[in-house]
């Protein structure tokens, strides 16, 4: 029996990146082998066993067959015979087909395994696949395209893009399930370079078929005052790549991705106004969240900041009346830090053009100082008064009352920042 460490944990080494996970797989041994020697069985679709002090996780080395459809469609087969060449030949890209043996206590050693040539792919930072085998499975698209998002200098190879665009026209890519599909997007938009992920998916032509209200954002003109040398598709990626300098959080990103999807339906007569694009934004993304089962808090946020993202943009023409509207109207009273990261998308948005990296942002500042304000308001107080006052029907006397009293305090500090 032989232990070896392969794929991402080689990569990572070769190129002097730090080591994230170590995945493991076994020659030579069977399942009640490794139950002997104290490992735990957890694999469901083939042999994966948990190491008995350090809980990581080894694989048999196994080959696979395509039986369907889709990531779910393989069928595995491992055996004490199948060699490390094999188990290696079943992987996607050749920088991540790579392999050395591990002794006790982690030490690796020997040369490095490498059939496929993943080391002078890595040495000229090229992405290619292993084998025929990478048209069996659609995930490997999302894998590519999010490595791409991370090694933003890598280029892909053209018979691996040509293999891509052979599963996309086949109908492979219709069959990744939801889950997936978020997951690998919402990884690859925590790169270093968001906007990479998307560029390779419309290069292959997934894009369309994974994230069709993003991939119509191409080709739509931007207002003659914004930035007309880019189309609203080169500005949402300039926009998620500046939320990636920003180290900003996921919710954050993905708001900055869907923020402007409702500008692919602007009637061609308006254009290049996109008088209303907000509300169709929001329309769009509920389905889009729906479909890719997005977590609340990337939803709640998206749909945050697609609806309010041009108020914001002007509230430094808005007086505290208004300002308080909008607070209410976003819920940032009860929930401050979810406000806040509407604000950085917002940010986002407006630097995301060309030479507008370091542009100032007042807007941030007028609603925090507005929304400090208005919190400061003792609700608790004027609702107890109010009642007091009229016994019978307060309720709609409470609000009226607790939202000019939040007037009042916000056109108090914005008098006082001046």
């Known amino acids: ?175 990744l399930v939801p889950e997936r599909v978020w997951q690998e997007l919402s990884r690859g938009l925590m790169e270093t370079k968001p906007s990479r992920m998307f560029a390779v998916l419309r290069e292959c032509g997934a894009l369309a078929r994974v994230l069709p209200e993003v991939d119509a954002l191409w080709g739509v003109p931007q207002r003659a005052d914004y930035h007309p040398e880019v189309d609203t598709g080169v500005h949402v990626m ?47 993304l509920k389905p889009l969240c729906d479909r890719l089962r997005v977590p609340n808090e990337c939803r709640d946020l998206a749909t945050l900041v697609a609806r309010e993202h041009g108020n914001m943009h002007r509230v430094m023409d808005m007086n505290a009346a208004s300002l308080v509207r909008m607070l209410e109207r976003c819920d940032a009273l009860r929930k401050p830090a979810r406000f806040a990261e509407a604000l950085q998308a917002c940010e986002c948005d407006l630097r995301g053009r060309l030479n507008w990296e370091n542009a100032p942002y007042p807007q941030a500042e007028r609603l925090r100082v507005a929304l400090v304000a208005a919190r400061g308001v003792d609700a608790g107080a004027i609702a107890q008064g109010v009642a007091k006052a009229h016994p019978q029907g307060a309720t709609e006397k409470i609000k009226d009352a607790v939202h000019q009293a939040r007037v009042a305090a916000v056109e108090a500090a914005l008098v006082a920042e001046a």
């Open 238 to 284: 300039m926009v998620i790549d500046h939320a990636a300098m920003q180290n900003y959080t996921l919710p954050v990103r993905f708001a900055a991705l869907t923020h402007d999807l409702g500008k692919a339906t602007t009637p061609e007569d308006v254009l290049p106004r996109h008088i209303g694009h907000e509300g169709r934004s929001v329309d769009l």
């Open 1 to 175: 029996m032989k232990i070896y460490v392969v794929g991402g944990a080689i990569r990572d080494e070769m190129l002097g990146l730090p080591v994230r996970d170590r995945d493991y797989v076994v020659v030579g041994a069977t399942p009640e082998q490794m139950v002997a020697q104290g490992y735990r069985p957890v694999g469901k679709d083939f042999p994966v066993f948990l190491h008995p002090e350090t809980q990581e996780e080894y694989a048999l080395a196994r080959t696979e067959r395509k039986t369907a459809a889709g990531y779910h469609g393989f069928q595995f087969f491992y055996a004490p015979d199948v060699t490390l060449e094999e188990d290696l030949a079943r992987r996607d890209l050749t920088i991540n087909a790579m392999a050395r043996e591990v002794q006790p206590g982690g030490v690796l050693t020997g040369p490095v395994v490498d059939p496929s040539g993943g080391a002078r792919d890595l040495g000229n930072r090229v992405f290619r696949h292993v084998s025929e085998a990478f048209l069996e499975d659609p995930v490997r698209i999302l894998r590519i395209a999010r490595f791409a998002a991370r090694f933003a200098d890598f280029t892909l190879a053209p018979e691996t893009l040509a293999l891509m665009r052979e599963m996309v026209k086949s109908g492979e890519v219709d069959a």
